[in-house]
């Protein structure tokens, strides 16, 4: 599925972890793919509520579980600096798609980095 929210299609997710030599662009790869689904996940489900949208972001932070294993297997992880840019780009998320009263700590209630 393409994109259609241009704001959207146009955001460099994860670029302050891409500027980073620390974090794998493999791995930022697959995180940025995980950011993407969302949206368009979003776009196909269209949720019509704040707990429609955190279902989805749920689904979203437990693939980013997931990938802390990529993370460790690349001599990286997801610590400080990672966490608060996949927040600010699942927060980033949700207000492109008009959830601007998205609570940032709920639609990544999931994580366990």
Partial sequence: ?????????????????????????????????????????????????????YLLTEVATEEFNALEAAFEEADSEIETVAREEIAEDFWFVATAYGFADADVEELIAARDW
């Fill in 1 to 53: 599925m393409t994109i259609t929210n241009r704001q959207v299609s146009e955001h460099p997710f994860l670029r302050a972890l891409y500027a980073d030599d620390y974090y794998p662009d493999h791995v930022l790869d697959l995180g940025k793919a995980i950011l993407l689904r969302l949206c368009e996940r979003i776009e196909a489900e269209r949720p019509a509520d704040l707990p429609a949208l």
